[in-house]
């Protein structure tokens, strides 16, 4: 099956967030870990802005393309996802 542009952009997309929340994640952990509680916070709370201005802007991109991908963020990656940021809660804590 041949892959469009617009769906290339959009898996493109997808990649850069998840990439994203992994270097925010761990980027977060590093800072609970050898910052200050005060200084860490500060860190979490920017990183997140940040990752939340990403998820926004390639919603946006992505909203605007006319052909929308016929496939949806498989389940694995999300676990993955989702277990990546326990596990930093857990360290955190």
Do not use: D, F, N
């Amino acid at each position: 099956m041949k892959e469009t542009q617009t769906e290339r952009t959009q898996l493109s997309w997808r990649r850069t967030l998840i990439s994203m929340t992994v270097v925010a994640l761990l980027l977060a952990r590093l800072s609970a870990v050898h910052l200050e509680s005060m200084a860490a916070g500060l860190v979490v709370a920017a990183t997140g802005l940040v990752w939340a201005g990403a998820v926004a802007l390639s919603r946006h991109r992505t909203s605007r393309m006319t052909t929308p991908v016929g496939r949806e963020l498989p389940a694995l990656v999300g676990l993955i996802l989702l277990y990546c940021a326990m596990g930093t809660l857990l360290l955190v804590s």
